[in-house]
């Protein structure tokens, strides 16, 4: 059964860098033809997404996001992550990573909530 | 950049259809899809390519789209569906949500 699980500081300073991995079990991400993806819900806002990548290492970022961040895979840990440089308090959310069918993104993890505070 | 929107919010009374729209620019040239997000919980995708239901979701879910709106009815609304819904579709490369949309069943 395919398995997301979020992890990564839930406290990063303002200017600096927000790092997650997403660690996927269940289905390997290099034989898979799918995307993977994150996600970000700030406090009392909707859904946004931030990008996503594929195991060849095509990605696709959020233009609002995109001069500053970088999604990678790392196949040999069956993980993907997320870097957001130069946080602010507006990056402050519950980062969700997920996979991503053709359209929809269908298998969640539990989400992480990372705070943005000196 | 494209947008989608949806009302803020949808009040339903126990039992009865709760419609949920969202609309947007050439809408019926691209799959929707809708997702369920409850407090402490991930979104669960309840809709997929405007009216397939994944499995495991109830038949009383239903998706249809009309010019450039689409709606998400739940039939017999429960106080378990209570819940922020949100449409999504991929656009030039892009994953865009709507808004979201909050469900009250009273």
């Known amino acids: 059964q395919l398995h997301l699980q979020e992890s990564g500081p839930g406290l990063v300073k303002p200017s600096e860098t927000l790092s997650l991995a997403c660690n996927v079990s269940?289905?390997?991400?290099?034989?898979?033809?799918?995307?993977w993806g994150w996600i970000r819900r700030p406090p009392g806002k909707g859904l946004e997404w931030v990008g996503q990548?594929?195991?060849?290492?095509?990605?696709y970022y959020n233009p609002s996001l995109s001069s500053r961040v970088t999604i990678s895979v790392d196949t040999s840990k069956n993980q993907f992550s997320l870097k957001l440089a130069s946080v602010t308090a507006a990056d402050t959310a519950v980062y969700y990573c997920?996979?991503?069918?053709?359209?929809?993104?269908?298998?969640w993890g539990r989400g992480t909530r990372v705070i943005v505070s000196a | 950049s494209y947008e989608l929107t949806q009302p803020p919010s949808v009040s339903v009374s126990a039992g009865q259809t709760a419609s949920i729209s969202c609309s947007g620019n050439r809408l019926g040239d691209k799959f929707v899809r809708w997702y369920q997000v409850k407090p402490d919980q991930p979104p669960l995708l309840v809709m997929d390519e405007d009216k397939k239901r994944p499995s495991g979701i109830p038949e009383r879910f239903s998706g249809s789209t009309s010019g450039n709106t689409a709606t998400l009815a739940i039939r017999g609304t429960q106080t378990i569906d209570e819940a922020d819904y949100f449409c999504q579709v991929w656009d030039s490369n892009t994953v865009v949500f709507g808004g979201g949309t909050l469900l009250t069943v009273l």
């Open positions: 990548i594929h195991q060849s290492g095509n990605t």
């Open positions: 269940g289905v390997s991400i290099s034989t898979s033809s799918h995307f």
């Open positions: 997920a996979r991503k069918l053709p359209g929809a993104f269908d298998i």
